[in-house]
């Protein structure tokens, strides 16, 4: 942008790649975000409404609020991390302090103390919420700028990138084989784990935790890279996290939205995110109460990662023989589907009853599916996303690959917070009662809430189809764009 001052970095050269190992150690650092995420999406409301009696509307409400906060937090926080010159380089010591604290203020939001009300309940849970998730965006803000630093080759990055997804996926499918298995089991009068308010403290411990240890390795293990790391070699100015470095980045921000194949994008994102984060927010709503699920049947459901395994060697050959758009178009589509199906199925009395096994060979196969569709999308939406950079760079001149993931992180964080909130409005709207551990709600509630959490909202996934449908960006537009840059 004009007016700001060059950025001047050193690093020591490499001699070669970087190591299995290093690779490796980067990658432990998916845990700790892997594992707040998945408990808050499917424990936090549950537990505060259900189990404490709170009202649904209020849990999301201050669970968006803290999101929202965080999205916000976010871009200062890169700024900063950026120009930040220590002898342990710009990444570690954000790391460490972030994964010190996040396990620390993530633990209290399930030990509430007794007697708070309504009024103190929201207030504990905004605020724990929110220390943990600035917490976890100082940790995770540096740790995954450090992934392009470790190394300029683009082969080796997607290499560096993969080890990260792989050994996210990992965690993402353990701790949930470990919470539904061991920490929530069954009550013996048949009180399901989830159901129980004695079972929270362990898995909170136990999340607490990972999420710090997984921190702490990452940093203390990747700590011999900082010499690699780019350096400033005279120090930033201080402007930039203060209010220039503001103006700026909102001014490189409406840049970034000035491109037309970004915003449909951009706003695609937005949508998807809001609807996502409500559909997540219900998730275990539905299982427990719609589709009446144990503990034990829940510890199948982590198979659905053998769908995401399949699709990896298929994403190359697909994106060989038709443009992305079509692609993601499809992948949407056959995700929109399969998202309905299960609960369409249902209510037309084509789906084994609640409590037959057959019933979960059949949920857990659309799970394979909807995951295989997921890896896709994510690694093709990833792809579309560098090809407008190029076709920003020819437009404008300007390479504005940090710009356009902080919008896509602010707009889905501050999206999914807004689906958060809706999740609570959610519970109001289908009136499930509170404060009930039994696992049972009436007929009609159920039916309810399978209209609009199996149905109604999967529905709404054809307005971010119906932008991505606008997205013009072709194979053959791409050839000519890296054409005319090449001639540049």
């Known amino acids: ?91 570690h010591p954000l790391m460490l302090v972030g994964a010190l604290g996040v396990g620390a203020a993530f633990l209290p939001v399930f030990l509430p103390p007794a007697g708070l009300g309504q009024t103190g309940l929201v207030l504990w849970l905004f605020v724990f919420m929110l220390a943990s998730r600035l917490l976890m965006a100082t940790f995770f803000i540096p740790w995954a700028a450090i992934a392009s630093e470790l190394s300029d080759d683009y082969v080796e990055r997607t290499s560096i990138m993969s080890w990260r997804y792989a050994v996210g996926w990992t965690i993402g499918v353990g701790f949930p084989v470990l919470v539904f298995g061991a920490l929530m089991p069954v009550g013996t009068d048949g009180t399901l784990g989830q159901l129980s308010r004695d079972n929270y403290p362990a898995m909170a411990v136990a999340a607490a935790i990972l999420m710090t240890s997984f921190g702490v390795l990452t940093t203390v293990l990747t700590r011999r890279e900082i010499p690699y790391l780019r350096q400033h070699a005279v120090p930033a100015p201080s402007t930039t996290v203060f209010a220039s470095g503001i103006k700026r980045a909102l001014g490189e921000f409406l840049v970034a939205l000035g491109n037309r194949h970004f915003a449909l994008l951009f706003l695609a994102v937005l949508l998807s995110s809001v609807i996502g984060g409500t559909t997540m927010n219900m998730g275990l709503y539905m299982t427990t109460f719609f589709w009446q699920l144990t503990p034990d049947d829940l510890r199948w459901f982590p198979l659905s990662a053998v769908g995401a395994v399949l699709a990896f060697p298929l994403v190359a050959h697909i994106q060989s023989r038709w443009d992305k758009k079509h692609i993601l178009l499809i992948c949407s589509c056959l995700s929109l589907l399969d998202g309905l199906a299960p609960v369409a199925l249902r209510l037309l009395n084509l789906l084994p009853a609640n409590g037959d096994p057959m019933l979960i060979v059949v949920l857990v196969s659309m799970g394979v599916l909807g995951a295989g569709i997921a890896v896709v999308q994510g690694i093709t939406g990833s792809s579309m996303i560098a090809d407008v950079l190029d076709d920003q760079e020819l437009r404008t001149g300007l390479r504005q690959e940090a710009m356009f993931s902080a919008a896509l992180a602010f707009s889905g964080k501050a999206a999914s917070g807004i689906g958060m909130a809706l999740g609570g409005l959610l519970v109001f709207a289908v009136a499930l009662p509170q404060g009930d551990a039994t696992g049972q709600i009436d007929g009609e509630a159920a039916r309810r809430l399978g209209l609009v959490v199996g149905l109604l909202l999967p529905l709404l996934y054809v307005l971010p189809i119906l932008l991505v449908s606008r997205y013009g960006l072709t194979r053959a537009l791409h050839d000519e764009i890296r054409t005319a840059l090449g001639r540049r």
Do not use: C, H, K
């Not at 001047?8 to 050269?13: D, M, V």
């Not at 995420?37 to 009202?55: A, H, P, Q």
């Open 1 to 91: 942008m004009e007016g700001a001052a060059p950025a001047t970095y050193s690093r020591i050269s490499r001699s070669g790649p970087t190591t299995t190992s290093t690779r490796f150690y980067q990658g432990l650092g998916a845990g700790p975000d892997t594992v707040l995420n998945w408990v808050v999406s499917t424990f936090v409301l549950l537990y505060y409404n259900r189990i404490l009696g709170l009202d649904g509307f209020l849990v999301s409400l201050a669970l968006g609020a803290a999101v929202i906060a965080d999205a916000v937090f976010d871009p200062l926080l890169a700024s900063f991390s950026d120009n930040l010159r220590t002898r342990w380089g710009r990444r």
